[in-house]
């Protein structure tokens, strides 16, 4: 079964437009970029064109590459006290002079979209409401949408960033997974995968899941968006494990989406709640 993130997408994003005209909410949405990374400009472009999509609106705030950490915190704190704006969203990477974790840290809980903020990620951690990382709510929606069971299964990740290996094993933790979070230095990781009902490849590198990682029948969903040959491909060589795999996300055409479905979602749902105490 190939779990389609596109069309979920897609019909999430009508849903979403359908609710914002119902309830009369103007969300709007303020995106922040540094430099002039051919691919962070191309995935803040496909954000505002969901936003316009579903009747979001949204600024775009883009500042050159030699921006200074100080300046991009003061444009924060601008946008922080701004009232017509309900979300903010740093794109990421930063560059390597910019103090990533002080400008993230900066963003008002309550306006941070990502789910990034250090408030938001100790939610995460302790199960309290809040708002969760995109990508990762993106897959669990995925998973929910297509009747995946979780509750008892073993899950494997592969990767242990920030923004997608590590909130996503405390989502599947919460569901009631039994998780394994593997990385860099895990021996013998195919011994590890194979064991996995769930397998979530988040490692950036093309092809580092190939069939004999994978158990019977089992979930693979392929984070990955890794460029070869000119080429967008995964983590997961797709083909062959797609033979062994119970059901699998193609990239692309999986998890992007829906990682962008699930921002225009917080954005929303940051609209809905901005008058009520974050707590």
Do not use: W
């Not at 437009?17 to 009369?24: F, H, N, S």
């Not at 900066?106 to 939610?123: C, Q, S, T, Y």
């Not at 590890?192 to 590198?205: E, F, N, P, R, Y």
């Amino acid at each position: 079964m190939i779990l389609d993130g596109k069309g979920l997408a897609a019909r999430r994003l009508e849903l979403l437009k359908e609710d914002i005209i119902e309830e009369g909410l103007s969300p709007t949405l303020a995106t922040v970029i540094v430099g002039d990374d051919p691919a962070s400009h191309m995935y803040v472009r496909m954000k505002h064109r969901a936003c316009e999509q579903v009747g979001i609106s949204s600024v775009n705030i883009s500042l050159p590459e030699d921006t200074t950490t100080r300046t991009i915190l003061e444009r924060i704190r601008q946008l922080n006290e701004d009232p017509d704006i309900d979300g903010i969203l740093v794109q990421l990477p930063l560059p390597k002079t910019i103090d990533t974790e002080a400008v993230l840290a900066a963003i008002l809980p309550e306006k941070d979209v990502d789910g990034f903020h250090p408030l938001n990620m100790g939610r995460l951690v302790t199960g309290l409401k809040g708002t969760r990382p995109c990508t990762p709510k993106g897959i669990m929606t995925l998973l929910h949408e297509y009747k995946i069971p979780i509750a008892g299964k073993r899950a494997v990740i592969v990767g242990r960033s920030v923004d997608v290996g590590r909130p996503i094993s405390l989502l599947l933790l919460h569901a009631d997974a039994t998780v394994t979070i593997c990385h860099s230095k895990t021996e013998n990781l195919p011994e590890i995968t194979k064991q996995a009902d769930i397998l979530v490849s988040a490692a950036g590198k093309p092809g580092i899941i190939t069939a004999g990682m994978v158990k019977p029948g089992a979930t693979v969903i392929d984070v990955g968006t890794n460029q070869v040959n000119g080429k967008l491909c995964g983590d997961v060589a797709f083909e062959e494990v797609e033979r062994v795999a119970g059901a699998i996300t193609p990239v692309p055409g999986g998890v992007g989406p829906m990682t962008i479905a699930s921002l225009m979602e917080n954005t929303t749902d940051i609209a809905r709640n901005r008058c009520e105490p974050f707590i």
